[in-house]
């Protein structure tokens, strides 16, 4: 469920939201020597990760990467899903073969607790949708970090230029992060 950006940040009262996160946001943060930034864009809320996306760490971990370090540094929050939640992850995970495991864990976290979710994943993005899931994305996020004056434009635009060439993801809604 997508909503303006700047409507949501501005009605929550301290500027907060509860967010779960995905392995590839996380990565793309660790990648540029730059995951500290998230605890400070929600230096008021509880930067939270399922057991399932911090697996996900290791295994990168296991296979050489070492940004993945810097992340785990960070001591976010990692929460398992109880009974009930393992149960419906159980009966999605075969139909939804094309989400992986930390997001669909997370997705369904969010969706019980109502919590917002960090993915770049468009498939996950979708199921976030169909499930009246509040996500946010890279640029969402940076919006966020300029909203908030955590860096200024020239700043963001040089953490852009990184992600783009260390994680080869483009970010193609530039506009939409200084945008008013």
């Given at each position: ?155 963001l635009r040089d953490v ?6 260390r994680d080869r993801t483009y970010i193609s809604k ?7």
């Amino acid at each position: 469920m997508k909503q303006d950006l700047v409507m949501k940040w501005i009605r929550n009262s301290k500027n907060t939201c509860e967010m779960i996160f995905d392995t590839d946001i996380l990565s793309i943060f660790g990648k540029i020597g730059k995951i500290s930034l998230l605890k400070k864009i929600f230096q008021d809320s509880d930067v939270i990760i399922t057991f399932e996306v911090y697996n996900e760490l290791l295994k990168a971990k296991d296979a050489g990467y070492d940004f993945v370090d810097s992340i785990l540094e960070q001591g976010f929050k990692v929460i398992q899903l109880d009974p009930d939640l393992i149960l419906e992850f159980e009966q999605n995970k075969d139909k939804l073969r094309n989400i992986h495991y930390g997001e669909l864990a997370s997705i369904l976290l969010c969706k019980k607790l109502k919590m917002d979710f960090a993915t770049n994943d468009k498939k996950a993005k979708r199921f976030c949708e169909e499930n009246k899931v509040f996500w946010y994305d890279i640029v969402d996020i940076l919006r966020l970090c300029f909203l908030k004056h955590i860096m200024d434009e020239r700043e963001l635009r040089d953490v852009i230029k990184d992600i783009e060439i260390r994680d080869r993801t483009y970010i193609s809604k530039k506009e939409r992060i200084f945008g008013n």
